[in-house]
């Protein structure tokens, strides 16, 4: 093992969004701007306001970027607003140091905006030697672009297939940065971990979330974070 990438919000830190109150204002900033909600395929808010901004945009240009910025606001406010209050577990800061004493190369890969991260991380310094938010890339974890530009910042290149990890091939891709692990709360997290040939980690809070992750394809599941760095250690 090279390398550790981490996702932000619900791995490292808990922050209180309600998500499902996010994704009802984002969709009734689109409704108001006469978008037809059946043309909305993506999964996320981020990329639901593209799509609708796009179909807007064949119309109306400025209405389409007005759109847009009033939707893409719903979810910046949300999250700055949460980002003050936001604080990693114990155990998150040493084992972070403990992963760079063993020689690991860090990176923060997140769906979230600089400024929010900016923020959590001014009250709470965290050891990373990159960090890749929204602002830095097009597209958007699961999209694997966004975990490949972090591992192009840390500077670490695909690996040459080593026999002794040929038996940890997943159903889904074979495993072209088997040095490198992504450790994510999100089934979201571990097919982005397997569309860019990383290693996906999972970490738990509940049984339920346990199934969701070992199901999407987790090579293992923990429940806190300080169980990483014995298990990466001896890889």
């Known amino acids: 093992m090279k390398a550790v990438l981490f996702d932000f919000d619900g791995t490292l830190v808990t922050?209180?969004?309600?998500?499902?109150?996010?994704?009802?204002?984002?969709?009734?900033?689109?409704?108001?701007?006469?978008?037809?909600?059946?043309?909305?395929?993506?999964?996320?808010?981020?990329?639901?306001i593209e799509q609708a901004a796009n179909w807007l945009a064949?119309?109306?240009?400025?209405?389409?970027?007005?759109?847009?910025?009033?939707?893409?606001?719903v979810i910046t406010d949300m999250e700055?607003?949460?980002?003050?209050?936001?604080?990693?577990?114990?155990?998150v800061q040493p084992t972070l140091q403990a992963l760079k004493a063993e020689g690991f190369k860090l990176a923060?890969?997140?769906r979230?905006?600089?400024?929010?991260?900016?923020?959590?991380?001014k009250r709470h310094p965290l050891p990373f030697d990159v960090i890749i938010t929204r602002d830095h890339v097009r597209m958007l974890k699961p999209?694997?672009?966004?975990?490949?530009?972090?591992?192009?910042?840390?500077?670490?290149?695909?690996?040459?297939?080593?026999?002794?990890h040929s038996a940890?091939?997943?159903?889904?891709?074979?495993?072209?940065?088997?040095?490198?692990?992504?450790?994510?709360?999100?089934?979201?997290d571990v097919q982005a971990a397997l569309s860019a040939g990383l290693m996906p980690i999972g970490i738990a809070r509940n049984d339920e979330m346990e199934r969701a992750l070992k199901s999407a394809g987790a090579f293992i599941v923990v429940r806190r974070i300080s169980e990483l760095v014995h298990w990466l250690a001896h890889q």
Do not use: Y
Not at 112 to 121: D, E
Not at 174 to 186: E, P, R, Y
């Open 112 to 121: 979230n905006s600089m400024k929010a991260i900016q923020t959590v991380l």
């Open 168 to 188: 940890r091939r997943t159903p889904h891709t074979a495993l072209s940065f088997w040095h490198c692990a992504f450790v994510g709360d999100h089934p979201a």
């Open 15 to 48: 922050l209180e969004i309600d998500f499902p109150l996010m994704r009802k204002r984002v969709n009734e900033t689109i409704v108001a701007f006469g978008v037809p909600m059946h043309i909305l395929t993506a999964p996320f808010s981020w990329e639901r």
């Open 80 to 91: 700055d607003e949460a980002a003050k209050v936001a604080a990693p577990p114990p155990d």
């Open 143 to 164: 999209n694997p672009e966004h975990l490949l530009f972090a591992l192009q910042q840390l500077g670490i290149n695909k690996s040459l297939d080593n026999p002794q």
């Open 58 to 73: 064949r119309f109306d240009l400025e209405r389409a970027r007005e759109l847009e910025r009033k939707a893409k606001a």
């Open 108 to 110: 923060l890969v997140t």
